[in-house]
Nanobody, 124 residues
Framework: EVQLVESGGGLVQAGGSLRLSCAASGFTFDDTAIGWFRQAPGKEREGVSC????????YYADSVKGRFTISSDNAKNTVYLQMNSLKPEDTAVYYC?????????????????WGQGTQVTVSS
């Protein structure tokens, strides 16, 4: 059974940092794209970042470039999202998801399995 479990969310002041983790089980990272998405109240789910396992390619939304870094530890089947210089507009529920279509980014409808999400709240 495919499972994705996010952790690491919380409350942080603007300018602070958090590191989110996405622990995967039931599949290996080979030939997958692992994406981080977020959804704020009243807004659509949007892509934040993605890493493609086959070649390590990474992708970022313009709004987080230079502040967020995605990485993976294939031995642990875990993907991380290091978030620095956080802003109040980064407040959202953050989800990780997996797709076996490496061209799926940033379309959330192309992702097959999702975690339950972790809340990130950035206070001003």
């Amino acid at each position: 059974e495919v499972q994705l479990v996010e952790s690491g969310g919380g409350l942080v002041q603007a300018g602070g940092s958090l590191r989110l983790s996405c622990a995967a089980s039931g599949f290996t990272f080979d030939d997958t794209a692992i994406g981080w998405f977020r959804q704020a109240p009243g807004k659509e789910r949007e892509g934040v970042s993605c890493i493609v396992s086959s070649d390590g390619s990474t992708y970022y939304a313009d709004s987080v470039k230079g502040r967020f870094t995605i990485s993976s530890d294939n031995a642990k089947n875990t993907v991380y999202l290091q978030m620095n210089s956080l802003k109040p507009e980064d407040t959202a529920v953050y989800y990780c998801a997996v797709s076996w279509d490496k061209s799926s980014w940033p379309n959330p409808y192309e992702y097959d399995y999702w975690g339950q999400g972790t809340q990130v709240t950035v206070s001003s």
